[in-house]
């Protein structure tokens, strides 16, 4: 892998100059679908259910700045989904495992945000298990799950 690295850098380093040189305009138009490939690709990546800015500007001009802030009614939730499986997964060091560590990383976490009373915290497994909620969710909803992967894999294709 190293050395195909080495090969790619090196053809860049020598090739991009000569290509600029020998063809300004075909060099300009590629650097260009570049630029753009990596701009598109990361609407597609980050993008879902997208709003337009009439739907942006009409919400926030519908607020008067003049009304002081007040919090939502309805606490914000938080999900907090630590890396890996219960049991598997991860690297490990001698005894220590990055699938624990996540675990207490998300448990520091959640208390940290539960001393501020907007928040709703939920955190997804411990370091035996997945919480009975994910994993009564898991069994009643697997197909619902699967479905709703290959709707979004679907869109992405469709995006593209």
Excluded: C
Aim: net charge negative; proline share 6%; no cysteine.
């Amino acid at each position: 892998m190293r050395n195909y690295l080495a090969v790619l850098f090196a053809v860049a380093i020598f090739m991009v100059p000569w290509m600029a040189y020998n063809y300004p305009n075909e060099t300009q138009s590629l650097f260009s679908s570049i630029e753009d490939f990596g701009s598109q690709l990361a609407a597609v990546l980050i993008s879902h259910n997208p709003k337009t800015v009439a739907q942006l500007q009409s919400r926030y001009n519908s607020k008067s700045s003049i009304v002081p802030f007040t919090p939502p009614a309805k606490k914000i939730r938080i999900l907090l989904v630590p890396g890996h499986e219960p049991n598997y997964g991860g690297a490990e060091y001698g005894s220590l495992k990055e699938r624990n560590l996540t675990v207490e990383l998300a448990q520091d976490l959640q208390q940290f945000l539960a001393k501020n009373d907007r928040y709703e915290v939920f955190v997804t497994r411990d370091t035996q298990a997945w919480s009975p909620t994910f994993t009564n969710y898991f069994s009643a909803d697997w197909n619902d799950i699967i479905a709703w992967q290959q709707a979004h894999k679907d869109e992405i294709i469709n995006l593209e």
